[in-house]
């Protein structure tokens, strides 16, 4: 089966990693699997044997915002146009991240029988959240009208539900697929050194984001009065990343806060923690809380809208969750701190990469 996985870039996100798994999946699984970036931006190795090709838009006319999505489709249509007359008509095609799916919905040579649009977050938050009258009600109408109709993925229950109850999306069809983990090579890359190693620490992983809130992570870990040192993984804008450096200086806990920037590998840091911590306002699934469990390192994390709940709910450790605030979440660290739950990680092989690439694949008609 040839498959075209498509997404605006790779830089070092969940959703990106998500595309990168799969594609390694199903070309191990034989399958001719192609990656059509659009932008050249990417930090993460391409797996061997994946063709991966960037289709960048390089204009810089005065009026590029305004034929930006047509034009880009344009080139995209082009680009895979020329891939199928020299290797054949691919089966299936994947659209991931929203301005990706925005440009992939003006394309004129992708049928909508063999497109299905993957939505790895809670839109609703990511589009609407902040917006009030006339501007979220032009925004929601903007967001739907890319998927109206459309086959969709759906990387959690919650992700679908939210696409229905919350933007009136009727899908043609939807899937719940959860998000892949190559188990074997995560164990691998969870068994190299850390510098940490030994050390009591708490652990945070995830880009500087106002969605991570590593805000309401800072004033929690004040609140739960662990004396071990907050570890956080990933990197954000000068502005994010000042804003967290300014919260830990007035919380007086700056000196207990350690900042490691973006990691390649951050499964040894997560290993060797005492305590992962989850503390978004929204998570599509939430593949920190996974790779955790399965580097048998305890988690907690915020019933927040997305798959924490369902990932948490299904290992048995519903007990884990904390509302969405401060407070709670800062109970829920010095309890599971305390007395760390025993990991079911029978339950995790679900999640595995062979049985969700399999899931996918079904889709085709």
């Not at 305004?66 to 082009?78: F, N, S, V, Y």
């Not at 990343?241 to 350690?258: D, G």
């Amino acid at each position: 089966m040839r498959i075209l996985m498509i997404i605006d870039g790779l830089p070092g996100g969940g959703a990106e990693k998500v595309v990168l798994t799969l594609s390694q999946g199903m070309q191990q699984m034989g399958h001719d699997v192609s990656l059509i970036s659009l932008r050249d931006v990417c930090n993460y190795p391409i797996p061997t044997g994946i063709n991966y090709q960037v289709v960048a838009d390089g204009c810089r006319k005065p009026w590029r915002k305004l034929t930006e999505i047509t034009r880009r489709a344009k080139m995209l249509d082009q680009a895979i146009n020329a891939n199928e007359q020299q290797n054949g008509r691919f089966d299936l095609v994947f659209s991931n991240l929203h301005k990706t799916d925005r440009i992939v919905s003006r394309s004129r040579v992708l049928a909508s029988e063999r497109l299905w649009f993957c939505i790895h977050g809670i839109l609703s938050t990511s589009y609407l959240g902040h917006r009030t009258g006339f501007d979220r009600w032009l925004k929601r109408r903007k967001v739907a009208r890319v998927y109206q109709g459309q086959n969709i993925v759906a990387v959690s229950q919650a992700v679908g539900n939210d696409l229905r109850q919350n933007l009136s999306i009727h899908p043609k069809q939807l899937a719940v697929i959860n998000n892949p983990f190559d188990i074997d090579a995560i164990e691998q890359q969870a068994a190299e050194p850390c510098e940490l190693a030994g050390q009591d620490y708490l652990i945070h992983v995830g880009r500087f984001h106002p969605h991570k809130r590593h805000d309401r992570l800072l004033k929690a870990y004040a609140l739960s009065g662990i004396q071990a040192p907050l570890v956080l993984v990933g990197t954000g804008d000068e502005q994010d990343t000042n804003a967290i450096k300014k919260l830990a200086a007035e919380l007086n806990i700056a000196a207990r806060v350690l900042l490691l920037g973006f990691q390649a590998n951050p499964y040894p840091f997560i290993k060797h923690a005492a305590l992962l911590v989850l503390s978004s306002d929204s998570e599509g699934f939430g593949n920190v809380l996974v790779e955790a469990l399965l580097c048998n390192t305890p988690v907690v994390s915020t019933r927040c809208p997305g798959g924490p709940e369902e990932i948490l709910e299904n290992a048995g450790m519903s007990n884990a969750l904390a509302e969405l605030n401060e407070k709670s979440l800062a109970e829920k660290m010095a309890e599971v701190y305390a007395q760390p739950p025993e990991i079911n990680r029978q339950q995790l092989l679900n999640y595995g990469l062979q049985p969700i690439c399999q899931q996918y694949l079904a889709l085709k008609n």
